[in-house]
Structure formats: structure tokens, C-alpha cells
């Protein structure tokens, strides 16, 4: 049976996906929250990439927008105002209304104070060089239109329009005509820049389309991958479940078959006569004595297993001496320690504080620990049971230490996750035919965690294993009033 057992526990984890399924049954307590945390981390990571890449695209078209369609605009309107300054000054050669002269030369002023308004801001927008340049150009360029616009305006308003026509036509034309030059040149720049700027967001639009398909494409992966892997994971847990139920019914069985057919063979042996004698008799009776408590023993911890799974045990705690504790484990397990030879090796610190816990169930735990020493030890013949204080880091505080030390097997490395699992044994162990049900450590885990403690294991491959019990102290009020009520430690006793 052991041997299935072994065939079915490697059977399971074979084929081309072992490797990944290994890694998935030894994530399998904690995958679906930390798969889901990486995806969700992976995608809020990209995610912020591509919001990251948007916000540049947006910043890249308002850019383009202040820049390039605004500075369109601008020069627009500067273009406008620079006609309205000649068309004015037209309208004031092609009157003789005084009164009319002198409010179209206003509006020429008014217009031309606009376009040197208009020029100073391109100026101050202006970064590139060859902007500045064109921006300078015009400015002077503007300024010695003005200079014979004024002139213009002068004779009109004297009343000389001839002249007047005549400095327009000598001057005024060819100076126009080059800030209208300037004026084409700046819009020519601002149209380039423009078409540049465009080409650039819509390169970085195009960019961040690809980047978020990509990012939908990852995520829907990722998505996909984890959920294959949760459901594989459930998947190999489940069948994992079913297999260590199976091993643990044929374990069972084979334990209670062994002491029922000693039981069965002394009954019968009895019955038939074949046992004579006062001794023999007493002989055949401690057996069957001996194979009774074994079975007593194996369905007392099914039955605790069961009732710890249900939530049904009711644990009274109190302030407890540790040595109260350790005593009645090694009372209990006196009979079946001395049976085999071993010697317990028992050290246990002087002033120990209390605590806080229920007797009978501390007792089972760490009776768990030292049945599991006394059957993985080998050839040895010794376990350590040490209980001392303990500064801990973790818990920022004192606490008890119970330690089980053995000499014995010790537990592969890549069991140490499963040992605490319920129904789980060791490979080793179940090839050497050593019998047991899976439950112990599981069992005693849950009470240690009950009692607001925990269980942890030290061990090496045939060096052997320390087990501790970590269990918080009582506070000193309540530790006192224990003392009162129980007999004091003795200091170390070995
Ligand atoms: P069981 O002893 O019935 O197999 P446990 O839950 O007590 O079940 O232990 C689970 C497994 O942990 C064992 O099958 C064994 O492989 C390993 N183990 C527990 N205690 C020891 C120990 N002291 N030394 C070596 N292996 C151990």
C-alpha cells in the first residue's frame, strides 16, 4: 500500500507541465492573492505607462495648440492691423474732408499701435533664432514704414495730398511692401512649425495607440495566465486533497488492523486454551492492553482532528506553569518512551513565567511532538525537551520557547512546507514503512495557534529536528495568582 501510495503521490506531478505544477502545488497556500497582487501590480505599472505617455501626448498638442495655431492666429490679426494702417492712410489721401483726414490718420495711429503691440509680443515669443531674426526685421522694417507713413499723414493733414501721393508712391510702397515680406516669412515659419508639431503628436498618438493595444494584450495574458494557474493550482490541490485522504484511509486501516489482529490472534489463542498458566495470562492481557490503547489513541486523534475542523473544541485557558505542562507529557508518555530506551533529556529554565493556555491540550500538542521524535529517531535514542524565555523580534515581545529536539531523520527541505498540512507524511517516512496518520502535526499546529501561539521546525536530513512551541507569557498580575495555586519550578532539572 505504501509503495501505491508512493507511486501515486509521484504519478500525479509527472509529465511535460511537473516542473510548473511543482511550483504551482508549492505556491498553492497562497497563489490566487499573490497572483492576482502581481497582475494587479503589473498592470497598474504599465498602466501608469501609458497614462504617463498620454499625458505627453496631451501636453505635446497643447503645446502645439499655444504655439503654432495661436501664433497663426496672432499673425493673422497682426497682418490685418498692419493693412488697416495703410488702408487708413489711403482712405485720408483719397478725401478732401478735413475732418475726415484727421480721423483716419487716428485710426491708422490706433492700428499701428496694434501691429507694434503685435510684434513685441511675437518678440517675446519668439525662441528660435531665425524667429528672432525675422521678428527684428520686421520691427525695423515696421518702424521705417511708420516714418514715412508719418510723413504721408503730415503733407495730407497740411493739405499737400500730392506730395503726400508722391512720398507714398517713393517710400511708403517699397517699405510696405517689405514688412508685408516679413509678415509672410514669420507665417511661412509658423505653418512649418506647425505641420511639425502635428506630424509629432500623431507619431505620438500612432505610439501610444500601439502601447495601449500592447497593454490590453498583457493584460488580457496575464489574466488568462492567472487564471489557468489558480485553476490548475485548485486543481492539483484538489487532486493532492484526494490522494492524502486515500493514504490516509489505507494508513488507518493499517493501523487498526495490525493491533486488531494481535487482539484478534490472543482472543483466539485464549478462547481455544492454548494459553496456561497465571503468567502467559497476564502476558496475553497486557497485550491486548497495549494494542487497545493504540487503537484508543488513534481514534482519540481522528475524532480531535475532526472536532478541531469543526470548530467544536472549547479550550479553557489559563495562567499555566510550563513545567505543569511538560510533566503531564512526559507522564503520558512515560510507558511508551521507556518501552523503546530512550532517554529525554530535560532542561528547564528556573523562573520561567506562566502561560496562558489549556492544560489538556498543550499536553496533546507537545505529546504529538514527542511521539513523532520517538518515531522518526532512528537509531538514536534521545530526545531534548528544553523551555526557556524568549526575546522575540517578530512579536516585539517576550515569549515562552518549548522546544522537541531528536536525533533522528530529519525533514527534506522540500517537505518542511507540507509537514503542517493535515494528512501529509514524508516520503522517507511512508518508504520505511513507518506507520502514522498525517494528523499530528497538523493537530498540534492548530492548538498551538488556539493558545496564541505558533509552531515552528528547525531540520537537516539525517542530523535531525528541533519542533518549538512559541507561546506568549501571562501577564505578571495573572502569573501570580497561578504561583499561588500550583508548586514552584524547580531550576534546571536534568
Ligand atoms: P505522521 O507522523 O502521522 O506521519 P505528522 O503530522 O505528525 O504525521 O507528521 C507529518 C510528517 O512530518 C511525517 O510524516 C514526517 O515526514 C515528518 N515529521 C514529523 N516529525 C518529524 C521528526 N521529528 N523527524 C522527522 N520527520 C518528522
Not at 493693412?83 to 492712410?89: F, V
Not at 511639425?196 to 495574458?221: C, E, K, M, P
Not at 489558480?230 to 486515500?246: C, N, P, V
Not at 498540534?444 to 528541533?466: D, H, N, P, Q
Request: charged share 20%; glycine share 8%; hydrophobic share 40%.
Amino acid at each position: 500500500m505504501n509503495g501505491q501510495n508512493k507511486r501515486a503521490r509521484k504519478g500525479t506531478l509527472a509529465g511535460p507541465a511537473a516542473p510548473l505544477d511543482r511550483v504551482l502545488a508549492l505556491a498553492s497556500p497562497y497563489n490566487s492573492s499573490l497572483l492576482l497582487l502581481i497582475v494587479f501590480f503589473l498592470v497598474t505599472m504599465v498602466g501608469l505607462f501609458v497614462i504617463r505617455d498620454l499625458h505627453a501626448t496631451n501636453v505635446e498638442a497643447q503645446k502645439m495648440y499655444a504655439g503654432s495655431v495661436q501664433g497663426l492666429q496672432r499673425i493673422g490679426e497682426l497682418q490685418y492691423e498692419v493693412q488697416e494702417t495703410r488702408r487708413s492712410t489711403f482712405y485720408a489721401l483719397t478725401t478732401n474732408d478735413s475732418n475726415l483726414q484727421l480721423e483716419y490718420a487716428d485710426q491708422s495711429r490706433e492700428a499701428d499701435r496694434l501691429v507694434n503691440e503685435g510684434i513685441s509680443e511675437y518678440l517675446r515669443q519668439a525662441r528660435m533664432p531665425h524667429e528672432i531674426e525675422v521678428g527684428r526685421r520686421l520691427q525695423l522694417d515696421w518702424s521705417g514704414y511708420l516714418g514715412v507713413r508719418n510723413e504721408v499723414l503730415a503733407s495730407i493733414l497740411e493739405g499737400s495730398t500730392k506730395e503726400a501721393v508722391n512720398l507714398d508712391l517713393k517710400g511708403g510702397v517699397p517699405s510696405f511692401e517689405r514688412v508685408r515680406q516679413d509678415l509672410q516669412e514669420i507665417k511661412r515659419l509658423y505653418d512649418e512649425q506647425a505641420s511639425q508639431q502635428l506630424a509629432n503628436v500623431a507619431a505620438t498618438s500612432r505610439r501610444t495607440i500601439f502601447r495601449l493595444i500592447g497593454v490590453l494584450g498583457i493584460t488580457l495574458a496575464l489574466a488568462s495566465a492567472s487564471v489557468w494557474a489558480i485553476q490548475r493550482s485548485k486543481m492539483l490541490g484538489a487532486i493532492q486533497l484526494a490522494k492524502l485522504q486515500m493514504e490516509f484511509v489505507a494508513s488507518v486501516s493499517h493501523e487498526l488492523r495490525t493491533p486488531l489482529a494481535v487482539i484478534s490472534s490472543a482472543a483466539d489463542n485464549i478462547a481455544d486454551g492454548l494459553v496456561g498458566g497465571k503468567d502467559q495470562l497476564k502476558r496475553y492481557g497486557s497485550a491486548i492492553q497495549n494494542q487497545c490503547r493504540q487503537i484508543t489513541e488513534l481514534v482519540n486523534q481522528i475524532l480531535l482532528f475532526a472536532s478541531t475542523k469543526e470548530g467544536k473544541n472549547r479550550y479553557t485557558l489559563r495562567p499555566l506553569q510550563v513545567s505543569r505542562i511538560i510533566d503531564a507529557v512526559l507522564d503520558n508518555t512515560a510507558e511508551l518512551v521507556q518501552e523503546i530506551g530512550f532517554v529525554i533529556e530535560r532542561r528547564i529554565e528556573s523562573g520561567l513565567p506562566c502561560v496562558m493556555g489549556d492544560l489538556s491540550a498543550l499536553s496533546q500538542c507537545l505529546q504529538n511532538l514527542i511521539v513523532n521524535a520517538v518515531k522518526y529517531s532512528g537509531e538514536s535514542r534521545w530526545i531534548g525537551i528544553r523551555a526557556f524565555v524568549h526575546d522575540s523580534e517578530e512579536r516585539s515581545c517576550k515569549e515562552i520557547r518549548i522546544t522537541v529536539q531528536d536525533r533522528g531523520m530529519g525533514i527534506d527541505r522540500l517537505e518542511m512546507p507540507h509537514i503542517f498540512e493535515p494528512f501529509y507524511r514524508g516520503a522517507a517516512v511512508m518508504a520505511a514503512q513507518i506507520h502514522g496518520t498525517g494528523l499530528g502535526l497538523s493537530l498540534a499546529k492548530s492548538i498551538a495557534e488556539a493558545m496564541g501561539g505558533t509552531l515552528s521546525v528547525v531540520s537537516e536530513l539525517a542530523v535531525g529536528s528541533i519542533f518549538t512551541l512559541h507561546l506568549p507569557i501571562v501577564e505578571k498580575q495573572e502569573s501570580e495568582m497561578a504561583s499561588v495555586t500550583s508548586k514552584p519550578d524547580p531550576s534546571i532539572r536534568t
